[in-house]
Antibody, heavy 116, light 107 residues
Framework: QVQLVQSGAEVKKPGASVKVSCKASGYTFTSYGISWVRQAPGQGLEWMGWISAYNGNTNYAQKLQGRVTMTTDTSTSTAYMELRSLRSDDTAVYYC?????????WGQGTLVTVSS | EIVLTQSPGTLSLSPGERATLSCRASQSVSSSYLAWYQQKPGQAPRLLIYGASSRATGIPDRFSGSGSGTDFTLTISRLEPEDFAVYYCQQYGREYTFGQGTKLEIK
């Protein structure tokens, strides 16, 4: 079955960087894009950006431009999201999702905690 | 940026009742590129509806979506205990944005 499996929880200090992975299985990885969405504690969903697994084209949310980089490794069917210059308000669960008509399926989520 | 506003913020109903959730866009959503998601505590969101009215694979037919332009509705015809959750709308016609969510709680 189609599945996205993300890397484990991270604890980072302010100013550091984090890189979250998302390994896809059950479909042809290069046929679909991957989006990243985050959810702060008790809050709603925030779209972070999208990457084409076919050619690596990206589109980032304006709010995160300059701090986020999304990449893929087609040899391992894995997508990555790196967020730099972390702040306390970056504390959230980070999700990857396959992009079709809507986002389906989603990864299980990765909790990133930013704390001194 | 297209802003999506969901109402009500919280909806209190009993199992067996009908639920009607609203999503209003600040601009017309092209080609009805509107989706609905369900999220339960501690879980990732799940796609319910895409293209405003098409059910995703495996979604029960008590879930239905309707609307076009700037006004969209998710209807759950007869609530089951497992339907109590938070629901989000999303537009994917121009980049991607989510509504703030509607919490459907047991009355």
């Amino acid at each position: 079955q189609v599945q996205l499996v993300q890397s484990g929880a991270e604890v980072k200090k302010p100013g550091a960087s984090v890189k979250v992975s998302c390994k896809a299985s059950g479909y042809t990885f290069t046929s679909y894009g991957i989006s990243w969405v985050r959810q702060a504690p008790g809050q709603g969903l925030e779209w972070m950006g999208w990457i084409s697994a076919y050619n690596g084209n990206t589109n980032y949310a304006q709010k995160l431009q300059g701090r986020v980089t999304m990449t893929t490794d087609t040899s391992t069917s894995t997508a990555y999201m790196e967020l730099r210059s972390l702040r306390s308000d970056d504390t959230a669960v980070y999700y990857c999702a396959r992009v079709r008509v809507g986002f389906d399926p989603w990864g299980q989520g990765t909790l990133v905690t930013v704390s001194s | 940026e297209i802003v999506l506003t969901q109402s009500p913020g919280t909806l209190s109903l009993s199992p067996g009742e009908r639920a009607t959730l609203s999503c209003r866009a600040s601009q017309s959503v092209s080609s009805s590129y509107l989706a609905w998601y369900q999220q339960k505590p501690g879980q990732a969101p799940r796609l319910l509806i895409y293209g405003a009215s098409s059910r995703a694979t495996g979604i029960p037919d008590r879930f239905s979506g309707s609307g076009s332009g700037t006004d969209f509705t998710l209807t759950i015809s007869r609530l089951e205990p497992e339907d109590f959750a938070v629901y989000y709308c999303q537009q994917y016609g121009r980049e991607y944005t989510f509504g703030q969510g509607t919490k459907l709680e047991i009355k």
